[in-house]
């Protein structure tokens, strides 16, 4: 998965707490994105983030938060005003030709 | 406004038969074009790109796409199916433009491919 870590894998969590899923990359990408996928809909964009201590909201941030303080980290946290969490998150990263390269993503349940 | 369709939810070829995954676009300047696979519970992995030049794409896994600038397609084609290319293909587009946008991609829903033997 190209130099892309996502932890946990599977996250459980009860309704009304947050929770923070990790995006790290050693591929020195400027650009980072956080993308949702639910069964049938392809993927969504969340956040992303061109430069270090900048970032964009997607089509769909209500109830997300990030952070860029570092190059190769674009931690997501889930906020309890998501209201339907449950999701497989990834993250991915970008090069200069265009092309993104996707973590193995982290599969969130909310209960 | 900027789109991509995979007009199939669903694809099922035999095995050694040629199999396409459909890909149209809609963007406002020129596009780039990507291929991207999926295994269950798996993140994306690059196919194929057309950024510019030959219309026809060569990739990974012995995949090739076509961009139609007419037709504004860009279908994924391989000459021979392999039961190991049953997978979740995803088709997305980014385009030429210099504003805050640049480098996002816009996903298809996806295209179910199943290869049996």
């Known amino acids: 998965d190209g130099g892309i870590t996502q932890s946990p894998k599977y996250l459980f969590r009860k309704e009304g707490q947050n929770v923070t899923l990790s995006c790290e990359q050693n591929l020195n990408h400027d650009a980072m994105y956080w993308y949702r996928q639910d069964p049938g809909q392809g993927l969504r964009l969340i956040y992303y983030?061109?430069?270090?201590?900048?970032?964009q909201k997607g089509d769909i941030a209500e109830g997300y938060s990030v952070s860029r303080e570092k190059k190769e980290s674009f931690p997501l946290t889930v906020t309890s005003a998501q209201k339907n969490p449950t999701a497989f998150y990834l993250c991915?990263?970008?090069?200069?030709?265009?092309?993104?390269?996707f973590g193995p993503g982290t599969r969130l349940t909310v209960t | 406004a900027q789109s991509v369709a995979q007009p199939e939810d669903q694809v099922n070829v035999a095995e050694g038969n040629p199999l396409t995954v459909k890909c149209t676009y809609s963007?406002?300047?020129?596009?780039?074009l990507f291929w991207y696979v999926q295994y269950p519970n798996r993140g994306l992995q690059f196919l194929l790109k057309?950024?510019?030049?030959?219309?026809l794409v060569k990739g990974s896994y012995g995949f090739e796409a076509e961009f139609n600038k007419s037709q504004t397609s860009f279908h994924l084609k391989k000459p021979s199916a392999l039961v190991s290319d049953s997978a979740l293909y995803f088709c997305?587009?980014?385009?030429?433009?210099?504003?805050?946008?640049?480098?996002?991609?816009?996903f298809g829903r996806g295209t179910q491919l199943t290869v049996w033997p």
């Open positions: 983030s061109q430069i270090v201590n900048d970032f």
């Open positions: 963007v406002s300047g020129n596009p780039y």
């Open positions: 991915a990263s970008k090069d200069s030709a265009y092309e993104q390269y």
């Open positions: 057309y950024i510019t030049g030959d219309n």
């Open positions: 997305a587009v980014s385009w030429n433009d210099r504003g805050s946008t640049l480098g996002r991609l816009y």
